[in-house]
């Protein structure tokens, strides 16, 4: 796939841009947990991770992660949808990330939805400090895939542009349906 | 604007990343002669840069630029029609860069053409090395500058994506059509 950087690999590199010892990040969508564990390595042992998924397996593959690499203790993983955010998730947050669609080697019949979606961004703005960021890794190959994309973009698009910068970032000439992303800053 | 980088921004780290010492590579649209001086930076005193314009203006400017840095050694400056590059950029090329629309400060009813440009960037990709990086910067704000952003994406997503890999990057909740990115690898 050559040099360019990956939706999730740019991701990673613009959230690992943001991210200070001692912040405090989200992962909206734990799945298998990897991007708990990246953020869990960013935010350093005085930070804070919160690690959210709705599935009982994605959060006990998340919490055997994270206790192989010695991280466990910085991060509060919680079965709970990301709609009620606000429930469990105290400000502020520096960073948080989104990844849509399926928990892979899962149900596939479990998929993250756009109305939940939207709510759980909206949530994770009103918490976002100032020059905090915001990825959502969004893939449309997957039944409700690509409706999930261009409602997810619609309210995206109508962020006003002097609270947010929102940046599309994807591969145009793929046939596959590569994941795409959306950086979200808060200005 | 915060801290996404901006097209040109990203076209510009993304370019440095790929371009070594000694290596060859060319701006296609010299304009004010900003790439071109950048170019000349990341090939150093053993590389070479081909710098192209239509108008007379933007050579001069160009060239004045490049000799204020001391850098006019390492850049042949012409003032021809990039659609004719293949008569004189010899191959191989590292990297191209694209700045579409009119000459900033200069003639706004001398713009990029869709068709020229298309023509152009086949014959860049022709001189390619594998690995190599074109950049695209195109504005969709002036007469024509939409049809033009449409059309080159169109070409740009028919290529095939075993031989090249085509990344759009761009914000999508500005108001007032900010330049967006195509980035081009040769695989």
Do not use: W
């Amino acid at each position: 796939m050559g040099n360019l950087m990956r939706a999730l690999e740019f991701s990673r590199a613009e959230i690992g841009r943001v991210l200070k010892g001692g912040d405090r990040a989200l992962d909206a969508t734990c799945g298998n947990g990897k991007d708990t564990l990246f953020l869990a390595g960013c935010v350093g042992p005085e930070g804070r991770v919160f690690a959210v998924d709705i599935q009982k397996r994605a959060v006990e593959e998340t919490e055997k992660l994270l206790a192989s690499h010695g991280l466990a203790g910085r991060v509060t993983v919680l079965q709970r949808s990301h709609e009620e955010l606000l429930d469990f998730v105290p400000p502020p947050l520096q960073a948080a990330m989104f990844n849509l669609g399926y928990l892979p080697g899962g149900d596939h019949g479990v998929v993250t939805r756009p109305e939940s979606t939207v709510k759980a961004l909206e949530a994770v703005f009103s918490l976002l400090v100032p020059g905090g960021l915001v990825s959502v890794v969004a893939y449309s190959g997957h039944p409700g895939g690509q409706a999930e994309v261009e409602e997810v973009q619609e309210y995206l698009e109508g962020l006003e542009q002097g609270g947010h910068s929102v940046l599309h970032y994807r591969f145009i000439n793929q046939a596959n349906h590569p994941p795409q992303l959306f950086l979200i800053e808060k200005l």
